[in-house]
């Protein structure tokens, strides 16, 4: 499995009691984590076992925290470095509504020779790529759709995990990815208008499989998840879990869909699975599960009800 971050970033999840908009806000705690979609794909599927690979690109002045990241938990950095500093995302967590704030700073923008080794490494995708995340300013929304083409033609299946002008241009595109998992907003980005309920996001989910999609995956939050092919279409309900942090349950979920479809599991099984990878991040401070065990053991409580 491989993993591409053209934006990556710092997290920096900094604590409240209580988000006070225009007054001071003591911090209680502060933690930083190496991000970035692809990268926290890729760390939810180390915690599950996986051998997964990370390419992308990086600031050479401060990806310490990144280089301490894939060696604690057995990445393949194939990473490109270019010169300054990765962006710092701030998170403001609340904690008397649970609910997390974000500023998302801009990024790095690489040039043409380091762009074209970070595509040259993700081209190295031999199972399952996983295109994820904003890209950074100057380069131009369809390189997901041009990678896809090339890595589908070599056999290789395409989750993409994207939105605004690169998810577009990816559905677009002459070939389509394996899976995409949009969130409701994502999803009413691209189609253009406000989708307010499940058959509204079910409809908008079964006309992106008529296009040439295998497997559309709709995150609603408390609300659960749709999973929808040319063949099924599954609704599962979130468990009730403790929840310490909701940063990065999107891409935990992500990590649950490519490992089951390494494992070539069933639908069911699938939608299972990756609930319960979301699940478990829920638990945890940044873009980690569990464990395999703590993961499979929410997956056996989650039942997919089949839906019209």
Not at 70 to 94: M, Q, S, V, W, Y
Request: proline share 6%.
């Amino acid at each position: 499995m491989l993993t591409l971050t053209l934006n990556p970033a710092i997290d920096v999840t900094v604590a409240l009691e209580a988000l006070l908009p225009g007054q001071v806000n003591p911090a209680v705690g502060q933690e930083r984590h190496a991000a970035g979609k692809g990268i926290n794909v890729a760390s939810c599927l180390a915690d599950w076992g996986a051998a997964v690979t990370a390419t992308g690109l990086l600031g050479a002045d401060n990806d310490a925290i990144f280089r301490a990241l894939f060696t604690e938990k057995r990445i393949a950095d194939h990473c490109t470095r270019i010169p300054g500093e990765t962006r710092t995302n701030i998170k403001l967590l609340d904690r008397s509504s649970g609910e997390t704030t974000d500023i998302n700073l801009p990024g790095l923008a690489p040039d043409g020779a380091a762009l074209d080794a970070c595509i040259a490494a993700a081209e190295q995708a031999r199972d399952i790529a996983v295109l994820c995340g904003s890209l950074p300013r100057g380069v131009q929304s369809d390189i997901y759709a041009r990678l896809t083409a090339t890595l589908v033609a070599r056999g290789v299946r395409v989750v993409a995990d994207a939105s605004g002008a690169a998810l577009k241009a990816l559905l677009d595109g002459a070939v389509m990815p394996h899976a995409i998992k949009p969130n409701r907003h994502e999803l009413e980005g691209l189609v253009g208008h406000a989708l307010p309920d499940a058959a509204a996001l079910l409809g908008a989910a079964r006309r992106l499989v008529a296009r040439g999609v295998g497997l559309v995956v709709v995150s609603m939050g408390g609300e659960g998840a749709l999973f929808v092919t040319a063949d099924a279409a599954l609704r599962v309900h979130p468990p009730a879990v403790p929840v310490t942090s909701s940063v990065g349950a999107g891409d935990a979920m992500v990590a649950g869909i490519v490992a089951g479809l390494a494992d070539n599991l069933p639908l069911p099984a699938l939608a299972c699975r990756a609930t319960a990878f979301a699940a478990g991040k829920l638990q945890k401070t940044g873009a980690q599960i569990p464990g395999r065990a703590a993961v499979e053991a929410i997956a056996a409580t989650l039942r997919p009800e089949p839906i019209e």
